[in-house]
C-alpha cells in the first residue's frame, strides 16, 4: 500500500544551503512529477520525467534540478536555497494510460530563513 | 490554452446536506479526463474521481458524484449527505489523454462543514 512515498515531511533549510527531496514509487508508472504549492494557492509543476533518463522541465524549474536513473526514484535537489522555496513539495506519479490519474506523495513541508 | 476555474473560494454546508463544488474548464482537445482531489489540513492530495470526456455517464464514487456538462465544459463535483470529515480544499483538475504532465489544477475551493 506504499504508493508515492517522499522524504523528508519536514525541513527548515537556511538560505544558501542545499537538499534533496526524496521521492520513490512502487506502483510501476512512467511518469512522475514534483509540484510545489503555496500557501493557499494551488500546484505549480516543477519538473517530471516520462521515463527513466528522461526529464523536462515544468512552470517554475528555476533553483531545482532533477534525475531519473529508475523508474521507481525521482529525488528533487534545491540548490542554493532561497526563502522564496519556502513551500509544501508533493511529488507524484502517473501511468501512461488514457485515464492518467495522478497520484500524490503525502508532501514535504520546507521553510527557507 | 488550457485552463481550470473554480469560482467559490470558499463554501459552508451543513451537515448531512449535499453540497456542489463548481469548476469550469477550457481546452481545444478533444479527449481529456476530467478529476477531483481533496487535500484535508493534513496536507496530502487525496484522488477523488474521473471523468474521461467520452464517457455517456456520470461519474460517481460513493458519495461523490462528477455531473458533467460537456457542452457548457463544466465538471462540478456533487457530495452528498456531508460528513464534517469533508472539510477540506478541494481541486478540480484536467489532464489531456496525451500525458499527465499537462494537467493543470485549479486554485481550489475550501469546504466547511457545519455540525
Known amino acids: 500500500n506504499a504508493g508515492v512515498t517522499q522524504t523528508p515531511k519536514f525541513r527548515i533549510l537556511k538560505i544558501g544551503q542545499s537538499m534533496t527531496l526524496q521521492c520513490a514509487q512502487d506502483?510501476?508508472?512512467?511518469?512522475m512529477y514534483w509540484y510545489r504549492q503555496d500557501p493557499g494557492m494551488g500546484l505549480k509543476l516543477i519538473y517530471y520525467?516520462?521515463?527513466?533518463?528522461?526529464?523536462d522541465k515544468g512552470e517554475v524549474p528555476n533553483g531545482y534540478n532533477v534525475s531519473r536513473s529508475t523508474t521507481e526514484d525521482f529525488p528533487l535537489r534545491l540548490e542554493l536555497a532561497a526563502p522564496s522555496q519556502t513551500s509544501v513539495y508533493f511529488c507524484a506519479s502517473s501511468s501512461n494510460s488514457i485515464r492518467n490519474t495522478i497520484y500524490f506523495g503525502e508532501g514535504s513541508w520546507l521553510t527557507v530563513v | 490554452a488550457q485552463k481550470i476555474t473554480q469560482t467559490q473560494p470558499g463554501m459552508f454546508v451543513q451537515e448531512k446536506e449535499a453540497v456542489t463544488l463548481d469548476c469550469t474548464y477550457d481546452t481545444s482537445d478533444q479527449s481529456y479526463g476530467l478529476f477531483w482531489y481533496k487535500q484535508p489540513s493534513s496536507g496530502e492530495m487525496i484522488f477523488l474521481i474521473y471523468?474521461?470526456?467520452?464517457?455517456?455517464q456520470n461519474a460517481t464514487e460513493g458519495r461523490y458524484s462528477l455531473n458533467f456538462q460537456k457542452a457548457r465544459k463544466s465538471a462540478n463535483l456533487v457530495i452528498s449527505a456531508s460528513q464534517l470529515g469533508d472539510s477540506a480544499m478541494y481541486f478540480c483538475?484536467?489532464?489531456?489523454?496525451?500525458?499527465?504532465?499537462?494537467?493543470?489544477f485549479g486554485a481550489g475551493t475550501r469546504l466547511f462543514v457545519k455540525a
Open positions: 483538475a484536467m489532464s489531456p489523454n496525451t500525458g499527465g504532465f499537462k494537467t493543470i
Open positions: 520525467s516520462v521515463g527513466a533518463g528522461i526529464t
Open positions: 506502483m510501476n508508472h512512467n511518469y
Open positions: 471523468q474521461g470526456s467520452y464517457d455517456e
